[in-house]
């Protein structure tokens, strides 16, 4: 970026800061200390600290962030012995699309403390996501999807299209991978994905199955869909990507290990979530700007559709907290629509707030936000609704039958077969 571009970039952001201040001042100095418990993937930790120096000037309560794992599995594990003690270290929560039901009755109803033209601005399904039996857990903060990176520079040097199927990306990716060691790049990959035994691979095999027509794990009726030849047929290529295409450590590897081979230049492609645009666009970055986005492809000839696992992090208050006045007051301005452009802005973080796809001054900033619109609309939500309070060890099942494929313990129609079963037990037939 110019000089000049960047000095008009940083008086914009100067200027938006100013107007989020003056915009949400609320003149309610309570003096109060909030504490929030956040993510630490890639630039979380950094957007909350330029949030919190935002919301300390302009109301008078001070914030303290609590770093939480990375590992998103291990998150709720740790918010949920929290919660079950009843502790009340912690006001604000950041929680995963798909935790509502598993601590909606440890937090604040939120729905009577917004008004409904503040909770009109956000996306219906997300919001709806949020609910659980009348009851709203949490506000929407940001919205993710599964998306596919692809490094423009090296599909233009050897004449290749963006795929337009995962076929066609493995063999792109093979054959630039081979180029490029060829060249002298002895550390180069074709293709860098999510792994590890954990929520990171659900979201990564998940997408994948749908992509290729194998459906959900479960459907919003409820019926196990997992087993079938499509899923394991996907499970399976997946499975042989590993030393080919993908680093033989892919098993091991979340989010941040994969956009830290990426972001070194040594991936032709990478299955990650929006915030690793901005990020890689840093200015040390090897691949600034040489890099685009799209949604997750279908499966050649197998009945399959574009895809992306529905992702997204939203603010909920602890009702042990003894601060939860000032902490609802945190969050509506953490989900204010100035924040959220803000946050668009700086951070490639997806806004909730569907006017925002439009706005014009993000479009500039970040070009491929208002392309996901669409993307995440169709994403495939994980059943996290109709498994409610079993979610967890639903997941848990399903990763770990798919890490059994990766690592060459089983095959797909093994696992999922297996996988089957075992989620037939803990539905007590399909009853959850």
Known sequence: MMNREKTAMTKHFAALGASIALALLSGTALGATIHVASGSTGGDLDAWRETIALYEKQSGNKVELVPAPQNSTEQLALYQQMLAAGAADIDVFQIDIIWPGMLANHMVDLKDKFSQADLDKFFKPILAANTVNGKLVAIPYFTDAGLLYYRKDLLDKYHKPVPGTWQEMAATAKEIQDGERAAGNKDMWGFVWQGRASESLTCSALELIDSAGGGNIVDRSGKITINNPAAAKAVDLAA?????????GTPTYGEEEARGVWQAGNAVFMRNWPYAFALGNGEDSP??????????????????????TLGGWNLAVSKYSKNQDAAIDLVKFVT??????WLAMKYSKLPTVEALYKDADIAKAQPFIPRLEATFRSAVARPSGVTAEKYNQVSTEFFNAVHSVLVGDEKGEEALAGLDKTLTRLSRGGRW
């Open 287 to 308: 691949i600034k700007g040489k890099y685009d986005v799209r949604s997750v492809p279908p499966m050649e000839g197998q009945g399959g559709k574009e895809s992306g």
């Open 240 to 248: 042989s990507w590993i030393n080919t295409i993908s680093p033989p």
């Open 336 to 341: 204010s629509v100035e924040m959220e452009k």
